[in-house]
């Protein structure tokens, strides 16, 4: 099979909209279940393949996702492009709710997840170049099908990956801060990494959701308001892809 496009879709975005002529693949792995069917589909006149990360009804937290399943699956398919789309927190200033980022960094403060292929007795070991996480050319891509769309997307930014699935606290943003996070969120390692490993082209469309613990003028992060902001930057994702897919 042949796909242009695979898409990863984060908290608040289970389905594709827009997809035709789908197909439900529920596909064995070397790894284990993926987090449920991938769904292929006709959009914006190519192929395409979504998958849920927390499954359809969003039951699998952040650090039980099996992000190993998941690539392999998609990979088995015939995906070598893959868009994650991520929610996540704004730390810098120009990273408030609503908005849009293509990060093109990212600092790891997960543990636990198996962040390899090669954790697998008797795989071959590969220490791959991963100086620069997100593939360039896919990240040109998705900032200009988003120029072309009208919508004001930011490029560049460091993601900080933490463990989750609780949300962190206002010392812990801080030390993220000084490490030079612009964003944070729960998803974008290891899935960046194994996408590597596959040789797979992966940039992250990360829609912030709220502002991070001590960032911005909220007193509190309410979860309905984080779904509301999350809503209006999700429903931005299928033009941005139509448009990269037009191309």
Same mark, same amino acid.
């Given at each position: 099979?042949?796909?242009?496009? @695979?898409?990863? &879709?984060?908290?608040?975005?289970? !389905?594709?909209?827009?997809?035709? !002529? ?26 395409? @393949? ?10 699998? #937290? ?25 929610? +996540? ?9 609503? +908005? ?32 620069? #996480? ?15 769309? &009208? ?38 390692? #290891?899935?960046? +990494? ?15 959701? !709220?502002?991070?613990? &001590?960032? &911005?003028?909220? @007193? ?10 999350? @809503? ?5 994702? #299928?033009?941005?892809?139509? +448009?990269?897919?037009?191309?």
């Amino acid at each position: 099979m042949s796909i242009d496009l @695979a898409v990863i &879709g984060g908290s608040g975005l289970y !389905n594709f909209p827009g997809l035709e !002529n789908t197909s439900r693949h529920a596909l064995d792995t070397p790894y284990g279940p993926a987090s449920g069917d991938v769904v292929t589909g006709d959009f914006a006149g190519r192929k395409v @393949a979504f998958l849920a990360r927390h499954g359809e009804s969003h039951t699998i #937290p952040p650090h039980r996702v099996n992000y190993r399943a998941n690539l392999w699956a998609l990979h088995s398919l015939g995906a070598r492009k893959v868009v994650g789309v991520n929610a +996540v927190g704004g730390i810098r200033g120009d990273m408030g709710p609503r +908005v849009i980022v293509v990060p093109d960094q990212v600092i790891d403060y997960t543990h636990g997840r198996y962040t390899s292929f090669c954790d697998v007795e008797g795989a071959e070991v590969r220490h791959i170049d991963f100086s620069e #996480p997100y593939t360039e050319s896919l990240r040109r891509e998705l900032i200009a099908a988003a120029g072309k769309a &009208g919508i004001a997307v930011v490029d560049g930014g460091c993601y900080g990956a933490t463990q989750g699935p609780r949300l962190e606290t206002r010392a812990e943003i801080a030390r993220m801060k000084r490490d030079g996070c612009d964003l944070v969120g729960m998803t974008g390692m #290891p899935e960046a +990494v194994l996408a590597r490993e596959l040789e797979m082209d992966y940039a992250c469309l990360a829609l912030v959701a !709220n502002f991070a613990a &001590g960032c &911005g003028d909220e @007193a509190e992060i309410s979860i309905e308001e984080i779904f509301a902001h999350l @809503a209006a930057a999700t429903a931005e994702v #299928p033009r941005i892809l139509g +448009v990269l897919l037009k191309s």
